[in-house]
Structures are given as structure tokens and as C-alpha cells.
Nanobody
């Protein structure tokens, strides 16, 4: 089992920056990918981007790339979502999730609120 704890959410002005963190613990050897997702107000959870545990390669949803960067501190088993040039439409609850090899995302953090004000 993998436990995930997000932190770093808060309020930020339009055009500002914010970095979220996701600390993984437990059976981290089983992690295949760690993804970031978000729930915008009134919407379903959507994929933002992910990082592969084996080589730190990253993938982002199209309109996020360039504004959001995902990276990992291996010795801390912590993954970060660095957001720049944030917009009010980025407001929502951000979650990290883990997909073990051969599985979908089955472990989730508790979520952290990001509010971007204009």
C-alpha cells in the first residue's frame, strides 16, 4: 500500500506561482507512475500530468504543458507540481495519485485546495 500526502495549496493571485508537493510512503517500490489530477468547481476529476517512477519522464495534458512542471526528489519520495502563470480557471482541488505496475490509479492523497484570484 502507498500513502500519499499533498501539501502546498493556498491562495494565489492571477499570474502568480505555487508549488504543490506529494509525499509518498509505504510500498513506494510498487509505484509505476505518480499523477497529478484536479477537480475544478462543478467538474469531474481530470488528469493534469504524471511522472514515471523509473526514469522521471513526464507527460502533461495539452493546455497545461509549459505552465505546470512535475519533478521528483528521489531521496524524499516526493513529487512536486510547480505551477506558474496560474489563472483563475486553475482553481480547484489538486490530488496526486499512484498507479502501480499493471494497474490504474488506486492510491490517492487527500487533496489540496488551490484558489487563484483575479
Amino acid at each position: 500500500q502507498v500513502r500519499l500526502v499533498e501539501s502546498g495549496g493556498g491562495s494565489v493571485q492571477d499570474g502568480g506561482s505555487l508549488t504543490l508537493s506529494c509525499a509518498a510512503s509505504g510500498d513506494t517500490e510498487s509505484i509505476n507512475v505518480l499523477g497529478w489530477f484536479r477537480e475544478l468547481p462543478g467538474d469531474e476529476r481530470e488528469f493534469v500530468g504524471r511522472i514515471a517512477w523509473i526514469d522521471d519522464s513526464t507527460e502533461y495534458v495539452g493546455d497545461i504543458e509549459g505552465r505546470f512542471i512535475i519533478y521528483r526528489e528521489r531521496d524524499k519520495n516526493t513529487v512536486y507540481l510547480s505551477m506558474i502563470s496560474v489563472k483563475p480557471e486553475d482553481t480547484g482541488v489538486y490530488y496526486c495519485g499512484v498507479a502501480p505496475a499493471g494497474s490504474g490509479y488506486i492510491y490517492w492523497g487527500q487533496g489540496t485546495q488551490v484558489t487563484v484570484s483575479s
